[in-house]
């Protein structure tokens, strides 16, 4: 963990509408200052977020959650499908890539749940736990130099909600041990029962304060930020954005990793892959994107489409990912 001193700096959003926060999200992430860690308190009303790569279709009951009046978006960030209403808390850390810590900012999530009663500790690859049960799914999104780390805290979450609409695979769940997504989370109200979202955003920014050193400042954004957040939330309420691409495969693949699941939908003239699209809930979206983009265009052959996964140059510490993804052709 870094010895630099981080200014820490607050937002908390005040609109409940899914596109507007993602769009302000996006909006703060793309200009963030270098040693400065921003922390972004947000909720949506009755909202499904999905991952940046998974298939509405097969995640989401999505027709009749949305004829219930829900609303459907489609973030930046990989992982899975999320369940959002009033008594849920969403977090975002922003921060350059030098500044970005993500063992910090967990931290700071840790030392506000402990600091309020709920002995929380981090388990798996992105998930918070209290008593053996999930109260935050966490995702992370970078676009070069810029970095976010977010996710949701459950303090009275419709739960009953939640499992109704959202649908993960049989595999995801068996291989969490748990029967169902209600059998997995725990709202943070049934541990503290007086406890609110207020309470829960002031103990955040007090740990934010402790863990960086100093006092965080609020963040105000400038006039113009407005034209540019209702750009941005406009792309996110496009349907083409949320329903992400389809191909009318011909050939399939699927399997489940540690990192998470991968399915490839290939469209082939039994020559070459004409299209192709990967839905993944895994938590490296820019890899899944990455070799999706090779393979559209290769020899329809395993060994060729092996080689162009094989081929896309990764970090250290993404190489098992993308030798997995390679190995579906052999």
Not at 65 to 86: E, N
Not at 276 to 293: F, G, P
């Amino acid at each position: 963990m870094s010895s630099r001193k981080i200014k820490p700096k607050v937002l908390l959003s005040d609109s409940t509408d899914p596109v507007w926060n993602l769009a302000l999200e996006e909006y703060l992430t793309m200009r963030a200052e270098p040693d400065e860690l921003v922390l972004y308190l947000w909720q949506n009303a009755d909202t499904i977020v999905i991952g940046r790569n998974q298939n509405l279709k097969a995640e989401v009951r999505d027709v009749e959650f949305r004829s219930d009046g829900g609303t459907i978006v489609r973030r930046l960030s990989g992982g899975g499908a999320v369940y959002h209403d009033l008594g849920n808390l969403n977090f975002t850390f922003i921060a350059r890539r030098r500044t970005y810590d993500v063992a910090r900012q967990l931290d700071v999530i840790l030392r506000a749940l402990r600091g309020i009663g709920i002995p929380a500790e981090k388990t798996g690859r992105n998930d918070l736990m209290a008593e053996g049960r999930k109260i935050s799914g966490n995702a992370f999104y970078r676009s070069g130099d810029f970095c976010y780390h977010h996710g949701t805290l459950l303090v009275d979450t419709d739960l009953d909600r939640m499992t109704r609409y959202l649908r993960p695979s049989e595999a995801k769940l068996a291989a969490r041990g748990v029967p169902s997504v209600r059998a997995r989370v725990l709202n943070l109200k049934q541990l503290v029962p007086d406890l609110t979202v207020e309470d829960l955003s002031a103990a955040l920014i007090e740990s934010l304060g402790e863990v960086c050193g100093m006092q965080p400042e609020s963040l105000v954004l400038p006039p113009e930020a407005v034209e540019e957040i209702a750009a941005g939330a406009e792309r996110f309420a496009s349907d083409q954005w949320t329903d992400g691409k389809e191909v009318l495969s011909n050939y399939r693949k699927t399997n489940r990793f540690s990192w998470g699941e991968a399915e490839i939908h290939i469209d082939t003239d039994g020559e070459d892959v004409l299209d192709c699209v990967i839905y993944s809930d895994a938590m490296d979206e820019e890899l899944i994107r990455k070799a999706q983009q090779v393979l559209i265009g290769a020899e329809f052959d395993e060994c060729a489409m092996s080689e162009s996964i094989l081929s896309v140059p990764v970090e250290k510490d993404k190489v098992r990912m993308r030798d997995d993804l390679a190995k579906m052709f052999s």
